[in-house]
């Protein structure tokens, strides 16, 4: 990942989140000002080779690994209990000041792209998104076969409403397997309509 959390478990195990009481190289320490600045060099580095300054806008994603290793240290935790205990809280500060150094860089037409995701999902409060922040917002834990206003994603539409309130630049990454029952066949055909229209 951007934070090559690999390299430093034995050297810089402060750079790895702290779960369950043990080092991860699963996800990194996302309040760790180091394993910030390896993100922002990666970050750079990949624009200064891929940058196109005639597109209308590129996106790097800089998004959570995908399990569930969240850090738990004592600068996360006391970081998001001053923002609703939210895990989100930890991921858009890294996000945001990924974003800051890619703006003062000066790649004004680049986003940066975060998931709102399994632990993150839920917003946080007292912190928002900068404006060159994409939130993409995951709609894994819902029934597919009901549309997202049903009674049964009454949280996905919560966390879609507390979202658009902090941010202008929302997306829903929308799934079309139900991974309650995989082998369901087309299990969204009959809400893509309802839910485009949510």
């Known amino acids: ?3 090559e959390t690999w390299k430093y478990a034995e050297t810089h195990p402060e750079y790895l989140a702290l779960h369950d009481g043990v080092r ?3 996800q990194p320490c996302l309040t760790n000002p180091d ?3 390896t993100a922002e060099k990666n970050v750079l580095e990949i624009l200064s080779g891929r940058h196109d300054p005639a597109a209308g806008l590129q996106i790097v994603s800089v998004t959570q690994n995908d399990n ?3 850090c738990e240290c004592d600068a996360c935790a006391a970081f998001e209990a001053q923002h609703g205990g939210k895990h989100s809280a930890t991921v858009l500060y890294f996000v945001n000041q990924v974003a800051d150094a890619v703006k ?4 004004e037409n680049v986003a940066i792209d975060t998931f709102a ?3 993150s999902q839920a917003a946080p409060e007292n912190i928002v998104p900068r404006d060159n922040v994409i939130v993409r917002l995951c709609s894994i834990f819902c029934c597919f076969s009901h549309p997202f206003d049903a009674k049964c994603n009454r949280e996905f539409m919560q966390d879609l409403s507390d979202w658009s309130k902090i941010c202008n630049r929302l997306y829903v990454w ?10 369901a066949v087309f299990p969204n055909f009959k809400v893509i309509q309802k839910n485009m229209q949510i």
């Not at 003062?104 to 790649?107: E, I, N, R």
């Not at 929308?174 to 082998?183: G, I, K, L, P, V």
């Open 1 to 3: 990942g951007l934070c």
């Open 24 to 26: 991860t190289t699963d």
């Open 35 to 37: 394993a910030l600045a």
């Open 68 to 70: 569930y290793s969240c």
């Open 104 to 107: 003062a860089a000066g790649y």
């Open 117 to 119: 995701y399994t632990y």
């Open 174 to 183: 929308d799934y079309a397997t139900n991974y309650s029952h995989t082998a």
